[in-house]
């Protein structure tokens, strides 16, 4: 009975839990840490949200059971963004569900499509839940490039040819958590033939189509032709509408992918709470300037903090969607590797950020940077990295003991 339970076996110790560790240290210790490690908006849920909510909840009704794959109204709203934003149309009876946040959505439909031994593509590195939810639902997961390009394309091919048993789906996450990494249009249009071909099913996580920086807003592979066929996409309200704790994402594609997960849903919960429901339909159907000042308030902390660093001497990739900068760890410090490097960075600078291993191995050599703090205290964390980077440079970068104990 000391053993651990199987599907547990398969689960690494999640690495983010020795950062975050060191953190809750720190703070306990009287420290004052600035924590852009989570991807945690900081902004409040716009107020007429708010207020659809509280009006909601007043009514005895909404306090019953929900509908699992979500309220008409909710689904019909989603099938309306997705006509006005990306000129798809959806069938919200057939092809549209309301998840938990996507998250959720994601893992339970791994566990809807996935036998034993089933072998899955993903991009490495990956939001977490990409590989893991199938991973939990006895998959073998099978790492692609994360770049949306000729590179990703030809590494799907050879792994439907060398692989055995065959990919029966693939993963794809633009723009990307954590990379950053937008794709476009045309790109999307040979993902889904390459798929239609191979007869892959696509899972696209979209939760950050609404953060970008430019003036072409990122497409859905939903826009291409025939993609229906063989793909379901993942959309959330966390990030768009500053409510990630309200757990209200959805699922849109494939009637036959949305029928799996209805019906693995139907045995698991009975729906997000009604009053939330509809407050999420206020939000896609009302005003739309919440999400405009959304997008600005990080393009202005993305160019607080990218110019900032760099002036530092910390050279980073200038987003262009997301919410996140990925940031290769600096050349003296990339022998640490993305924890110890983090750790340091607390230790020293005490800004928390997320070390890239934790999106897969092919991470070790980035940190993940949220844009989740107020002005004034992103000035304070590039203030912070610059006297550590410029420090004294007969200061060791060997793995240290840190000051809130932990072993480096």
Same mark, same amino acid.
């Given at each position: 009975?000391?053993?651990?339970?199987? *599907?547990? !076996?398969?689960?690494?110790?999640?690495?983010?839990?020795?950062?975050?560790? /060191?953190?809750?240290?720190?703070?306990?210790?009287?420290?004052?840490?600035?924590?852009? %490690?989570?991807?945690?908006?900081?902004?409040?849920?716009?107020?007429?949200?708010? #207020?659809?909510?509280?009006?909601?909840?007043?009514?005895?009704?909404?306090?019953?059971?929900?509908?699992? !794959?979500? =309220?008409? %109204?909710?689904?019909? /709203?989603?099938?309306?963004?997705?006509?006005? *934003?990306?000129?798809?149309?959806?069938?919200?009876?057939?092809?549209?569900?309301?998840?938990?946040?996507?998250?959720?959505?994601?893992?339970?439909?791994?566990?809807? =499509?996935?036998?034993?031994?089933? $072998?899955?593509?993903?991009?490495?590195?990956?939001?977490?839940?990409?590989?893991?939810?199938?991973?939990?639902?006895?998959?073998?997961?099978?790492?692609?490039?994360?770049?949306?390009?000729?590179?990703?394309?030809?590494?799907?091919?050879?792994?439907?040819?060398?692989?055995?048993?065959?990919?029966?789906?693939?993963?794809?996450?633009?723009? +990307?958590?954590? $990379?950053?990494?937008?794709?476009?249009?045309?790109?999307?249009?040979?993902?889904?033939?390459?798929?239609? *071909?191979?007869?892959?099913? =696509?899972?696209?996580?979209?939760?950050?189509?609404?953060?970008?920086?430019?003036?072409?807003?990122?497409?859905?592979?939903?826009?291409?032709?025939? #993609?229906?066929?063989?793909?379901?996409?993942?959309?959330?309200?966390?990030? $768009?509408?500053?409510?990630?704790?309200?757990?209200?994402?959805? /699922?849109?594609?494939?009637?036959?992918?949305?029928?799996?997960?209805?019906?693995?849903?139907?045995?698991?919960?009975?729906?997000?709470?009604?009053?939330?429901?509809?407050?999420?339909? /206020?939000?896609?159907? %009302?005003?739309?300037?919440?999400?405009?000042?959304?997008?600005?308030?990080?393009?202005?902390?993305?160019?607080?903090? =990218?110019?900032?660093?760099?002036?530092?001497?910390?050279?980073?990739?200038?987003?262009?969607?997301?919410?996140?900068?990925? #940031?290769?760890?600096?050349?003296?410090?990339?022998?640490?590797?993305?924890?110890?490097?983090?750790?340091?960075?607390?230790?020293?600078?005490?800004?928390?950020?997320?070390?890239?291993?934790?999106?897969?191995?092919?991470?070790?050599?980035?940190?993940?940077?949220?844009?989740?703090?107020?002005?004034?205290?992103?000035?304070?964390?590039?203030? +912070?990295? !610059?006297?550590?980077?410029?420090?004294?440079?007969?200061?060791?970068?060997?793995?240290?003991?840190?000051?809130?104990?932990?072993?480096?």
């Amino acid at each position: 009975m000391t053993e651990e339970f199987h *599907r547990i !076996r398969r689960l690494p110790p999640y690495v983010f839990a020795e950062v975050n560790s /060191a953190k809750a240290k720190a703070r306990a210790a009287g420290e004052d840490i600035i924590d852009l %490690g989570m991807g945690n908006p900081d902004s409040a849920t716009p107020p007429h949200i708010v #207020a659809k909510l509280v009006e909601a909840v007043q009514d005895p009704r909404s306090h019953r059971y929900s509908v699992s !794959r979500g =309220i008409p %109204g909710l689904r019909r /709203a989603l099938a309306a963004y997705y006509d006005r *934003r990306f000129g798809v149309k959806i069938d919200p009876e057939s092809e549209a569900i309301v998840t938990l946040g996507s998250k959720e959505g994601l893992a339970n439909l791994a566990s809807s =499509i996935t036998s034993p031994g089933d $072998t899955i593509l993903v991009p490495n590195p990956s939001y977490p839940i990409h590989q893991f939810g199938f991973i939990i639902a006895g998959a073998s997961v099978r790492s692609i490039p994360a770049t949306p390009d000729d590179e990703m394309l030809s590494a799907i091919d050879r792994a439907v040819r060398h692989s055995v048993p065959k990919p029966t789906a693939l993963i794809v996450n633009f723009p +990307s958590n954590p $990379t950053a990494y937008l794709a476009s249009l045309e790109f999307y249009k040979e993902l889904v033939a390459l798929a239609r *071909r191979h007869e892959l099913f =696509i899972l696209s996580d979209l939760a950050y189509s609404e953060i970008y920086f430019g003036s072409e807003p990122p497409p859905s592979v939903l826009q291409v032709e025939g #993609a229906k066929d063989i793909t379901v996409e993942f959309t959330s309200m966390s990030k $768009t509408y500053s409510m990630p704790g309200w757990r209200i994402g959805f /699922a849109a594609g494939n009637p036959r992918l949305i029928n799996a997960l209805t019906r693995m849903k139907s045995y698991l919960d009975y729906g997000a709470f009604t009053p939330i429901q509809v407050a999420a339909v /206020a939000a896609l159907n %009302g005003p739309q300037d919440c999400v405009e000042e959304m997008r600005t308030l990080y393009r202005e902390r993305r160019d607080l903090i =990218i110019p900032g660093l760099a002036a530092a001497g910390w050279e980073i990739p200038n987003p262009e969607g997301s919410m996140f900068a990925w #940031a290769p760890i600096p050349p003296r410090y990339k022998h640490l590797g993305s924890v110890e490097f983090s750790k340091l960075l607390l230790e020293r600078a005490k800004v928390a950020v997320a070390p890239g291993i934790g999106f897969g191995e092919y991470g070790d050599d980035h940190v993940r940077i949220a844009f989740v703090e107020n002005n004034q205290r992103l000035r304070q964390a590039v203030r +912070s990295i !610059r006297a550590f980077l410029q420090g004294d440079s007969n200061v060791s970068t060997e793995p240290v003991v840190d000051a809130v104990g932990m072993a480096g």
